[in-house]
């Protein structure tokens, strides 16, 4: 069965620093997300893009934030200066086009730890 | 605005017992759609169910089971027989239609820690 995938599973960075941190959404889905979840608590909406462009984002994606599909299969979120409460787990998911599929499905997440 | 409450912090049962997680919303739209997530101690989150704004129909597939009331706007989650694997973090989520084209987000609530004990 088809997933999402995400790399690295863990990346540890010292504040300031860029990452950039890597999806493969599953190959027929057009949508794509970013979330995130600081450790115990809830899931955060980031990003949408679909169509080659952001659809929407919330108050948490500032300018330090950027998403790129560079090509076919990647979705990337890159985050220019990282700082100490950017530590969470983030997590890509993906879904497919048509009204009666809502439904995203969820990557493994990538735990970034900021020090 | 979309709004998800779980209240339930965290259960705890033993093996066999029966456990329903509770879940409100809150939304403007008249059509959206309602989600349950799995996340095991692993912490991928697992999709588990959709239901749609339109459709009050519960459903149930094998041990879960999903009661919809759109009067008390709650998605309520039953597990019946409950076994240690159903251990994990559970989350409801909501998510408007939006237009064509739209990307519609998930709002996660805070989840329910269901702990099942033998």
């Known amino acids: 069965e088809p997933e999402v995938t995400q790399t690295p599973s863990h990346q540890v960075t010292q504040m300031g620093q860029e990452v950039i941190l890597r999806c493969v959404p599953i190959s027929n889905h057009l949508y794509f997300y970013w979330y995130r979840q600081i450790l115990g608590q809830k899931v955060e909406f980031l990003v949408s893009f679909y169509n080659n462009e952001i659809s929407e984002k919330s108050e948490i994606f500032d300018d330090q934030f950027s998403v790129e599909r560079p090509d076919g299969s990647n979705f990337t979120l890159k985050i220019r200066s990282t700082k100490l409460e950017d530590s969470a787990m983030y997590f890509c998911?993906?879904?497919?086009?048509?009204?009666?599929?809502?439904?995203?499905?969820f990557g493994p997440g990538t735990r970034l730890t900021v020090t | 605005a979309q709004k998800v409450t779980q209240a339930q912090t965290e259960i705890s049962v033993v093996e066999k017992e029966d456990v329903t997680l509770d879940c409100v919303y809150e939304t403007r739209d008249t059509t959206y759609y309602l989600f349950w997530y799995k996340q095991p101690p692993s912490g991928e989150l697992v999709f588990l169910i959709r239901r749609n704004s339109f459709d009050e129909q519960n459903e149930i597939s094998g041990r879960y089971s999903w009661n919809f009331q759109k009067s008390t706007s709650s998605f309520n989650f039953t597990i019946t027989a409950s076994q240690v694997v159903d251990s994990a973090v559970y989350f409801c989520a909501l998510s408007e239609a939006g237009y064509t084209g739209t990307a519609s987000k998930l709002t996660f609530g805070t989840g329910t820690r269901l702990q099942v004990t033998l």
């Open positions: 998911a993906s879904r497919k086009t048509g009204i009666m599929s809502y439904e995203q499905y």
